[in-house]
């Protein structure tokens, strides 16, 4: 006998959520432990904006690896010491523990889907400024 599953906890849209807006840019999660928690989900899922010539603050996230798929725009991601450039299409997976962060260059914002390992993802700060 299948297992009948609510849509709230498999249906999910940025319509639906306000997310949290920044200086630099915009954030929605839409799956995970913090703000939109479904029981049982294992990963983080969300939609990242950050506007042109914006970047967002360095930081890491100890206990997970995450994956970032560039819908629009261009950026310069810094991972550890290198820099990567990504455009539509690209993805970037930052392992569990490196630095990070990532800066629009195009006119347009940067729009990128972002999917944690963890449903309860950690981020350290390292230097100040908005992260959510």
């Known amino acids: 006998m299948a ?3 609510a849509k709230q906890d498999v249906v999910r849209s940025t319509s639906d ?3 949290v807006t920044t200086s630099w840019g915009h954030l929605s999660w ?3 432990a913090g703000s939109a928690p479904i029981d049982g989900v294992e990963q983080t899922f ?4 950050i ?3 914006q970047r967002n603050p360095l930081h890491m996230h100890p206990n997970c690896e995450e994956l970032l798929f560039v819908i ?8 550890g010491e290198e820099t990567y450039k990504l455009a539509p299409g690209s993805v970037i997976r930052v392992p569990r523990g490196v630095p990070h ?3 629009c260059t195009s006119d347009e914002p940067l729009k990128v889907v972002v999917v944690f390992s963890s449903p309860d ?3 350290t700060n390292l230097e100040g400024g908005e992260l959510a």
Do not use: E, F, I, K
């Open 3 to 5: 297992q009948q599953v």
């Open 17 to 19: 959520h306000d997310g």
């Open 30 to 32: 839409l799956l995970g």
């Open 46 to 49: 969300g939609v990242v904006t």
């Open 51 to 53: 506007n042109p010539g």
């Open 72 to 79: 629009s725009g261009t950026c310069d991601h810094l991972l």
């Open 101 to 103: 962060w990532a800066l």
């Open 121 to 123: 993802r950690q981020t």
